[in-house]
């Protein structure tokens, strides 16, 4: 079935780096746009950042701009998120979900990840 | 960057109410706007996309209207398991944002 399994959440310091993962089963991984959503303890979503199905684009909120980095290895359906200079307010869980339809800039997001969650504490 | 602003925050309901929640955009986003349901501890599930398309499976008490700046996400007829959170989602554009949530619980 469509499935995405999100790993490599835990517990690191301020200023610490992370990397997260996201593997991809069920469908055609380098048809579709891929995102990184988190949600912080208690609070909304906030969308972090896209990634084009073919790896050319890629866009991200500005509080994240310059300390993670999205990336994609579509030989190996797996979706990534690189975390630098990491801070107390980048605690939460990290979804990442699939555009619903492919190959389009306009789409919502239909399949996610059950999230992997990231503390940030000394 | 485009504010996605709903209303209410919290509303209290019985079973076999019709609810309606309001999603205001800073900006026209034309119909691009997704309704998702979260329930606590888990990732939420697409509800509406395209502001009015009923995603596969959803059942048919959910609805959404509304085009440009307005839109709305209605429950004909309140279920024990429609108790829970529902986010709007703009992808008209980047950075993508959604509302700030509406809880809905039992009166």
Redesign the interface.
């Known amino acids: 079935q469509v499935q995405l399994v999100e790993s490599g959440g835990g517990v690191v310091q301020p200023g610490g780096s992370l990397r997260l993962s996201c593997a991809a089963s069920g469908f055609t991984f380098s048809d579709y746009a891929m995102?990184w959503v988190r949600q912080a303890p208690a609070k909304?979503?906030?969308?972090l950042a896209?990634i084009w199905h073919d790896g050319r684009n890629k866009?991200?909120?500005?509080s994240v701009k310059g300390r993670f980095t999205i990336s994609r290895d579509n030989s190996k359906n797996t979706l990534y998120l690189q975390m630098n200079s990491l801070r107390g307010e980048d605690t939460a869980i990290y979804?990442c979900a699939r555009d619903?339809d492919e190959m389009t800039t306009?789409?919502?997001?239909?399949i996610?990840?059950?999230?992997t969650m990231v503390t940030v504490s000394s | 960057?485009i504010q996605m602003t709903q209303s209410p925050s919290t509303l209290s309901a019985s079973v076999g109410d019709r609810v309606t929640i309001t999603c205001r955009a800073s900006q026209s986003i034309s119909t691009?706007l997704?309704w998702?349901q979260?329930k606590p501890g888990k990732?939420?599930?697409?509800l509406i996309?395209?502001a009015s398309s009923l995603?596969t499976g959803v059942p048919s008490r959910f609805s959404g209207s509304g085009s440009g700046t307005e839109f709305t996400l209605t429950i004909s007829s309140l279920q024990p398991d429609d108790f829970t959170t529902y986010?709007c989602?703009q992808?008209?554009t980047?950075?993508?944002?959604?509302?700030?949530?509406t809880k809905v619980e039992i009166k």
Do not use: C, I, M
């Open positions: 995102h909304g979503l906030e969308w896209v866009y991200y909120v500005e979804y619903r306009l789409s919502s997001f239909n996610w990840g059950q999230g | 960057d691009w997704a998702y979260q990732a939420p599930k697409l996309y395209d995603e986010y989602q992808y008209n980047y950075p993508r944002t959604f509302g700030q949530g």
